[in-house]
């Protein structure tokens, strides 16, 4: 069975600052995805970066970044220069074929 | 690419009544739709995929007399919540498979749909 933990409820940076997000996951497929979406106030999921299992390479997306360790099965989401639109809910997930699977999600707040 | 429009935003309706929540594509082709519940502060459920021109597959413990899902074009999804009560007072979010957009856009969610059952 695959799983997804963040073992972080809620974090809190300052603006400007960088946050690092955790998030691990069990499987025992081989090729698959991994994703990190945000879902602000307005409850939209939008996506904010992923991964390709098969790439060692670690994705970034302008401020966001992921550290993929595959043997460990860890995909933290580094924020960069953190901006108060940052403010959300952000929720790691791994996807093989077309099944889902979310983390519980860490409440981030971005202090003026 | 990618949009995927959820209809409606908000609803409150009476206990007892029928919602329908509607998930369309509207750029692309989706052979397959999900339809998740999300409960406050609370992760998304998968609660059913949905199969243009075939009957949804339906996650354990839910009720497929309850919410009836009916995907009869490429790009429209239905989800019905029958006879509701208090207790399916929740978010309901679609999201599409996306095909071959998938290397640009990943999978798209719609704007979700806040029931309230009073």
């Known amino acids: 069975a695959q799983t997804v933990t963040q073992s972080q409820p809620e974090m809190s940076v300052q603006e400007a600052e960088t946050v690092t997000l955790s998030c691990t996951y069990d499987?025992?497929?081989?090729?698959?995805?991994?994703?990190?979406?945000?879902?602000?106030?307005?409850?939209?999921?939008?996506?904010?970066?992923?991964?390709?299992?098969?790439?060692?390479?670690?994705?970034?997306?302008?401020?966001?970044?992921?550290?993929?360790?595959?043997?460990?099965?860890?995909?933290?989401?580094?924020?960069?220069?953190?901006?108060?639109?940052?403010?959300?809910?952000?929720?790691?997930?791994?996807i093989y074929g077309n099944q889902f699977y979310f983390g519980t999600g860490t409440s981030l707040t971005v202090i003026p | 690419g990618a949009v995927v429009s959820q209809h409606p935003s908000r609803v409150i309706c009476k206990s007892g009544t029928s919602v329908k929540i509607e998930c369309r594509s509207l750029d692309f082709q989706a052979t397959t739709m999900f339809w998740y519940r999300q409960f406050p502060k609370q992760s998304l459920m998968l609660m059913a995929t949905s199969n243009e021109g075939s009957k949804a597959t339906y996650e354990q413990g839910v009720e497929k007399d309850k919410f009836l899902i009916n995907h009869a074009s490429l790009t429209l999804s239905t989800l019905t919540v029958t006879s509701a009560h208090p207790e399916d007072s929740s978010f309901y979010i679609c999201s599409v498979e996306p095909g071959q957009l998938f290397s640009n856009y990943g999978y798209t969610f719609g704007s979700g749909t806040r029931l309230t059952v009073v």
Not at chain 1, 43 to 49: E, F, K, P, S, T
Not at chain 1, 57 to 84: G, H, Y
């Open chain 1, 27 to 94: 499987t025992s497929e081989n090729n698959y995805y991994l994703f990190w979406y945000k879902q602000p106030p307005s409850r939209q999921m939008i996506l904010v970066i992923r991964q390709e299992a098969y790439k060692q390479q670690n994705a970034t997306e302008n401020r966001f970044s992921v550290n993929f360790q595959k043997a460990a099965k860890s995909f933290s989401l580094k924020i960069s220069d953190s901006q108060l639109g940052d403010t959300a809910m952000y929720f790691c997930a791994f």
